[in-house]
């Protein structure tokens, strides 16, 4: 993992978190202050969903955090460590990047050669000549 990669990871744990936090404050949600038994069903289903959300927000963060502990615990047990937190690029990024170029490349050489004409086109749709 790349140094920029890992400082991301810790960035957007801590936004999940500051998120986690506003989302989990049950005076936001709906019907706040009223009893359950008082509440309509729209009320109840949407106070639920809040919930579900603020829910999911927090173990995106968290598996967030095992990513970042993960890569902590490789970086200290070497720089040859595959996970282990790099600087910068390596030299399995930059055979990712090629490749990927030369299949785009490919790809759009196979494309061209199945595109038909114009002519051709109006020809087996419209059966002009």
């Given at each position: 993992m790349r140094q920029d990669q890992f400082e991301g990871l810790q960035q957007r744990a801590e936004q999940l978190i500051d998120l986690f936090l506003s989302e989990s404050d049950p005076a936001k949600w709906p019907g706040a202050g009223i009893e359950?038994?008082?509440?309509?069903?729209?009320?109840?289903?949407?106070?639920?969903?809040?919930?579900?959300?603020?829910?999911?927000?927090?173990?995106?963060?968290?598996?967030?955090?095992?990513?970042?502990?993960?890569?902590?615990?490789?970086?200290?047990?070497?720089?040859?460590?595959?996970?282990?937190?790099t600087e910068g690029e390596d030299d399995l990024d930059r055979e990712v990047r090629a490749a990927e170029k030369e299949a785009a490349a490919i790809l759009n050489r196979v494309q061209a050669g199945a595109r038909p004409s114009k002519k051709d086109f109006d020809r087996r749709v419209h059966g002009k000549s």
């Open positions: 359950p038994s008082a509440m309509e069903q729209k009320t109840r289903g949407d106070r639920y969903w809040c919930k579900k959300d603020a829910v999911a927000t927090l173990a995106c963060a968290q598996r967030i955090g095992t990513l970042v502990d993960l890569a902590r615990k490789k970086t200290a047990g070497g720089e040859d460590n595959p996970g282990a937190v």
